[in-house]
């Protein structure tokens, strides 16, 4: 028997604006009122469904027909429209067939040693620096995380400069598209774009266009190489423009591009920085993920090889995302009347899959507030189906084995080398933009560990 979700009472436009406001709690608190799924009534629009029960995420997250993306609308419609994160489909499955071999065997393989690689640039230009020296953390995890996608993606590191340009336009594409007061709005009402994001998106948008010309240009350089096996997303997705079946809008490539730039670095740069604040507050177990770095890496470089043998600093990044998961919820829509679980879910509902409050729920995780990497050590995070912060489905993140591998060494390194000491209000103040960014950089001291 199909059933109505429950509701709050019909509270006019309050609900929107406290969701708008307030998106965190606003979630938390639904979902302990209403435990597994919620209709927020909505003032000139279908109904804003909260689903926190973790079967009926993932059974919402399998059926992409159902339950389809948002289509990329302005502002961020101005960086990409129909890349790989945006995309549905017939599109989104010729994508992803051309671009999977670029995330798959040696290519996670590759992306892990060229994580070791920039790492130890980066430790190297902190030791060169005055010490002790006060660093933006989030801006430091931003430029190594991009140089390192960019080389493995596209072919090419593009550069400190251009990260640093990068960060600041993601900080400007942040502001404009946090959530407010005015998200949650009736359909009708337009959405005003700044100047500043549209000089934003379209340093991107050219940035994307550079990469594709030089990479066209090297791969012609390489000559027979084109016909050996590409190694990076780009060259796969630029041979295939040879393959009849495969057919290109107009910006297809470029959209690629852009998306990738964003979601290849953005999240782990996150997820970095979030995890390197936590252990500042966690001194016992910053010690226990050094001597853990000392016994596997040594002087060594950090190495795909040395990923499994790191196993406390996983157990901390999993936490770590588990507390403050960079993709803090997951949008998508019902395309249609459609049934989820026992309930109805009515044609254009905005459906959200929140991992912010599901990872905090003490129905699935004990004590659920506390950092407790130990927990991973008694239950496999894939045996826990309220823990999603890569999604799941068949839209769950196509990086996630780069995430993981490589944000481990980074960790590893990084705490090896330096006692990195953020102060806790760092972290107390996180923007609801499409990921959970800290509202204006994480300050952190980096002083070299002292050996002697
Ligand atoms: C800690 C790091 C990361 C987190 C937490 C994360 C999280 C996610 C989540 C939650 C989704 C699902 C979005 C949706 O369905 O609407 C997703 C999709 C995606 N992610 Fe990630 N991601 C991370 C790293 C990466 C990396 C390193 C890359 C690229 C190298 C990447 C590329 C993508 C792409 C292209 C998609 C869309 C997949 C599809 O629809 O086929 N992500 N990610």
Redesign the pocket.
């Known amino acids: 028997m199909q059933q109505e979700i429950p509701h709050p009472p019909r509270a006019g436009i309050v609900n929107a604006v406290r969701f708008g406001t307030d998106p965190f709690r606003f979630l938390e608190g639904m979902q302990a009122r209403f435990e597994e799924i919620v209709a927020v009534p909505i003032p000139g629009r279908a109904p804003l469904v909260i689903v926190t029960d973790p079967d009926l995420i993932h059974d919402a997250l399998a059926r992409p027909g159902a339950f389809s ?1 948002v289509p990329a609308r302005e502002p961020s419609a101005l960086i990409a429209e129909q890349g ?2 945006q995309s549905e489909g017939a599109l ?1 499955r010729q994508q ?1 067939s051309i671009m999977g071999p670029a ?1 798959r065997g040696k290519q996670v393989t590759a992306y892990a040693n060229t994580v070791g690689e920039t790492v130890d640039g980066l430790v190297d230009e902190w030791h060169a620096a005055d010490d002790p020296e006060a660093r933006d953390l989030h801006e430091e995890m931003t430029s190594l995380t991009i140089r390192v ?1 960019s080389e493995i ?1 596209l072919g090419e590191d593009i550069g400190r400069e251009n990260a640093e340009q990068f960060h600041d336009w993601m900080r400007i594409a942040g502001a404009e598209l946090e959530f407010s007061p005015t998200s949650v709005r009736p359909s009708w009402l337009p959405q005003r774009t700044s100047p500043e994001f549209r000089r934003a998106a379209e340093g991107i948008r050219e940035l994307s266009d550079r990469i594709i010309e030089q990479r066209r240009a090297s791969l012609a350089d390489a000559g027979d190489e084109r016909e050996g096996p590409p190694r990076d997303m780009l060259a796969l997705l630029l041979r295939a423009e040879d393959d009849p079946d495969v057919t290109y809008s107009e910006n297809q490539i470029r959209d690629e591009v852009a ?2 730039l964003i ?2 670095h953005e ?2 740069a996150l ?1 970095l920085t979030y995890t390197l604040a936590l252990l500042a507050r966690h001194p016992s177990m910053r010690e226990r993920v050094r001597e853990e770095a000392d016994a596997v890496l040594g002087d060594e470089r950090p190495r795909y090889e040395h990923v499994g043998e790191l196993e406390y600093a996983g157990h901390v990044y999993r936490e770590a ?1 588990r507390l403050y ?3 803090w919820a ?2 998508r829509q019902a395309s249609r009347k459609v049934r989820l679980g026992d309930y109805r879910v009515e044609e254009g509902s905005a459906v959200i899959l929140p991992q912010w409050s599901v990872h905090r729920d003490e129905r699935y995780f004990d004590a659920p507030n506390r950092f407790d990497p130990g927990r991973w050590e008694r239950r496999s995070p894939s045996s826990v189906g309220a823990y999603f ?3 799941t489905g068949p ?6 084995r ?2 993981l591998s490589g ?1 481990v060494l980074a960790v590893a390194r990084l705490t090896q080398a330096f006692e990195i000491d953020v102060a806790s209000a760092e972290l107390r103040d996180l923007r609801p933009t499409p990921t959970l960014r800290p509202a204006d950089g994480v300050s952190a001291t980096v002083r070299a560990v002292d050996r002697s």
């Open positions: 993306r790989l994160v989104w992803r995330f996608a993606l998306t990738f979601a290849g999240t782990t997820s995302l998961p960079p993709a997951v949008f912060p890569f999604s839209h769950a993140c196509i990086g996630s780069f995430a944000a």
